[in-house]
């Protein structure tokens, strides 16, 4: 039997970039789990030669440490095409072309990766990539009392009534006994307008008024920003206030942290990471 181009790391790997458009070297050895860089950068440089991905980082020696960042070349998408038979197609037509994306753009998928990497426990990564491997193959799974990360690639198979509008970087589902908690995620960087900041809430509450979503099966609407510094905080805590005062739902809990809260948090998650809560019912 012919030795397969790609292997079953390998593979794994194309789901990542399938799932997170970009990721860096250090992210694919913390998702793989391996403690020795150089397996995962040899499987890494193997995929770029044979054409599978594209790097987005090329070394100048003694200019930069910074780690090698990767997406989907066109051999890499076709496999993905070929192989998954339940991908999202328009999804995957969009990655076309990731090759002209911003620099910021980049930045938040890597910041979406760690989200996972930093907020999950690190022994249930290796059944994260598993489960990656089981929706491209046959689909989404929702499972009881599970936590479950999805990002935009898999938003068409789940039947959550506000995720199109809502537009999370990332979601979150789990079924308990009281029913479901849905929890959106959104990764803002230093750059980003407060114009725009405005706008984010004021869609998220739009939404939440005109769309029916509102049943039994809903235990909890969660909302995490992971933001750039404690300024960006500050001002989203003074907005949601008018937000809250005309607000009249079901309560929805907003959550508040920085990226060097997160990353502290790697070194030691045993502690908490600091979140400032923010509930709707604060405000009756």
Known sequence: MAKRIVTKKQESILTLLYSFRFINSKQVQAFLN?????????????????????RDFIPRFGTSTK??????AQTGRAYIRNMF???N????GRLRDDKKRSKGFRIK???????????????ERAKFVKELNERVRGGVELKYNHLQFFTSAYYHELEFVLLPKLKPDAYVYKRISKGIVHTCIYTLDAYFPRM???????????????????????????FYF?????????YLRRLLTSFFERYSGQEIIFHFATRNQLYKR?????????WIDVSSNDYE
């Not at 391996?34 to 594209?54: C, F, M, P, Q």
């Open 34 to 54: 391996h403690k020795d860089h150089r397996r995962s950068n040899a499987w890494l440089k193997d995929l770029v030669t044979k054409g599978y991905l594209e």
């Open 67 to 72: 780690p090698a960042v990767f997406f989907l």
């Open 85 to 87: 038979h339940d991908t």
């Open 89 to 92: 197609r328009k999804y995957l």
């Open 109 to 123: 998928c890597q910041l979406i990766a760690d989200c996972y990497l930093l907020l999950f426990p690190d022994d």
């Open 196 to 222: 725009m900041l405005r706008y984010m809430l004021t869609n998220i509450f739009t939404t939440l008024e005109e769309e029916y979503w509102e049943d039994e099966s809903i235990a909890s609407l969660q």
């Open 226 to 234: 992971v933001c750039p510094n404690h300024m960006i905080i500050v």
């Open 266 to 274: 790697q070194q030691d998650k045993t502690k908490p990471t600091g």
